[in-house]
């Protein structure tokens, strides 16, 4: 289904190359290249790395809080069979025990619940960033195309929809430097971002 979509997709776009007249420019950018190497995505990254680091820690403090009440309510259990004690002693003990269960229960619930939530919540922050960061990246693109009368653009990073790509026609280098213009020094030279993208973006 994927490649007869792609299939498709070239199908159409040596269609408009052939109708077109002999003025006809076409230009290709890899879109995964540039949304990596542009400043922004490296600091989106950072933040939600900080964000998942966080939400760990978070997690790790509620788990241990979890383990330890169902430490603790193990010791009560041990404590209300204790044959040593009075039978008024012990049902006292199982009583406390009980509500103890009832909240470790509770706080496992919560843990798990906070958990998904909180996943989610950055899942969703996470795929926002990048549809933002996409919609910039679009755009330094359509401006490139407009300055050098480029007709049509074509993702190169789809490597299975184009046999073959000229280099004299990507214009990522070009569509980088602007986007990266305004960067401080400090986040260019950081590593390359890891942040997901559909390389299927025009």
């Known amino acids: 289904m994927k490649n007869l979509r792609l299939l498709v997709v070239t199908a159409a776009l040596l269609a408009v190359a052939l109708s077109a007249s002999a003025q006809t420019k076409i230009a290709s950018v890899d879109m ?3 949304f990596n190497g542009y400043y922004k995505t490296k600091m989106a990254q950072a933040a939600i790395d900080k964000d998942k680091a966080d939400l760990s820690k978070e997690i790790k403090d509620m788990s241990d809080g979890l383990n ?3 430490a603790d309510y193990k010791q ?3 404590q209300a069979n204790d044959q040593a004690i009075s039978t008024d002693e012990r049902e ?3 009583l406390a025990a009980d509500d103890k269960a009832k909240d470790v229960n509770s706080r496992q619930v919560a843990v798990e619940q ?3 939530q909180a996943e989610a919540q950055l899942s969703d922050k996470s795929q926002r960033m990048i549809g933002n960061l996409v919609g910039e990246i679009q755009k330094a693109v359509t401006d490139k195309a407009k300055a050098g009368g480029y007709t049509l653009v074509v993702n190169s990073a789809n490597n299975e929809a184009f046999v073959y790509v000229a280099d004299g026609t990507d214009i990522s280098a070009s569509v980088l430097d602007q986007l990266n213009a305004g960067a401080p020094i400090d986040v260019t030279k950081q590593a390359g971002g890891m942040m997901g993208i559909s390389t299927n973006a025009p």
Do not use: C, E, F, G
Request: proline share 0%; charged share 55%.
């Open 32 to 34: 995964k290249k540039v």
């Open 92 to 94: 006292k003990r199982k």
């Open 76 to 78: 009560m259990l041990d």
């Open 68 to 70: 330890q009440a169902r």
């Open 114 to 116: 906070y958990s998904r």
